[in-house]
């Protein structure tokens, strides 16, 4: 392990880094982005991913951070003030570690089982909401239209808690053309349609899940199969997208457990 000791804003490294943390097209550019705390860095590691390099509070002693350290000992270590520490991350409680990796790329490949389709999502943390989700109900790919939120942000790694790492994820897709690819059915959400729960989900699906506030666009309404809704109280209007994609999700993973049993 190879310890760099950073203590100045003019340091190169530490203006990469922070600039990396807040920019997309940094991020596009060199193919690479940052986990920001432990627990996705061991995320990546389990999936298989090689941390480049890390950069690490010096005001902060912690076992966890030190094992992590000495698991990738083939990357390098900057160790940086905490001050310097905190212009990096932009989260209140800080980590204590930040890993640079570069950024996994999916080669597209057709599969069957559950497509997920990500309309124009905007919050990252929706997105990470309903990828973490997409993950937990085994989801095989995830198609991400262009205007989607960055899929390697540290808000979005945040809210899927690194759920990325284990989906075929792909970006900037014209959803449109991925469903034309399709030989199986492909539904959506909406506030009119057939009860989500009196629906028969087959196992080879595709669904869609629509902008936060425009829903989905009706190029793609065209091309789907039927609209299903989620069943509410009176008096309330709609869903979280993240928490209705959850719903949806969760739904199509009971009824396959229960075909299987």
Request: charged fraction near 20%.
């Given at each position: 392990m190879t310890e760099l000791i950073i203590t100045s804003v003019e340091n190169p490294t530490f203006k990469m880094f922070r600039k990396l943390y807040g920019n997309s097209s940094l991020r596009n550019e060199l193919g690479q982005c940052l986990l920001d705390g432990p627990h996705l860095i061991r995320?990546?590691?389990?999936?298989?991913?090689?941390?480049?390099?890390?950069?690490?509070?010096?005001?902060?002693?912690?076992?966890?951070?030190?094992?992590?350290?000495?698991?990738?000992?083939?990357?390098?270590?900057?160790?940086?003030?905490?001050?310097?520490?905190?212009?990096?991350?932009?989260?209140?409680?800080?980590?204590?570690?930040?890993?640079?990796?570069d950024m996994p790329v999916s080669s597209y490949k057709k599969t069957n089982g559950l497509n997920l389709l990500l309309d124009n999502i905007q919050d990252p943390g929706n997105l990470?909401?309903?990828?973490?989700?997409?993950?937990?109900?085994?989801?095989c790919s995830v198609f991400l239209s262009k205007g989607c939120s960055d899929l390697w942000s540290p808000k979005t790694l945040r809210g899927s808690q690194g759920a990325q790492f284990f989906l075929d994820c792909y970006e900037n897709q014209s959803l449109e053309i991925v469903i034309d690819q399709f030989d199986f059915p492909c539904y959506t959400l909406g506030m009119k349609g057939e009860s989500l729960y009196n629906a028969k989900l087959t196992k080879d699906i595709a669904i869609i899940i629509g902008n936060e506030g425009q829903g989905v666009n009706p190029i793609l309404l065209s091309k789907v199969k039927k609209t299903l809704s989620i069943p509410m109280a009176r008096g309330v209007e709609s869903l979280n997208v993240s928490s209705a994609a959850s719903i949806m999700l969760y739904e199509y993973y009971r009824q396959l457990q229960d075909k299987t049993l």
């Open positions: 995320s990546y590691s389990e999936s298989g991913g090689r941390i480049v390099e890390l950069i690490k509070d010096a005001s902060i002693e912690s076992v966890e951070i030190n094992e992590l350290i000495n698991q990738h000992s083939h990357a390098k270590t900057h160790v940086v003030q905490h001050d310097l520490f905190t212009k990096i991350s932009d989260l209140k409680s800080v980590t204590g570690i930040i890993a640079l990796i990470g909401s309903i990828l973490r989700s997409a993950a937990a109900t085994g989801s």
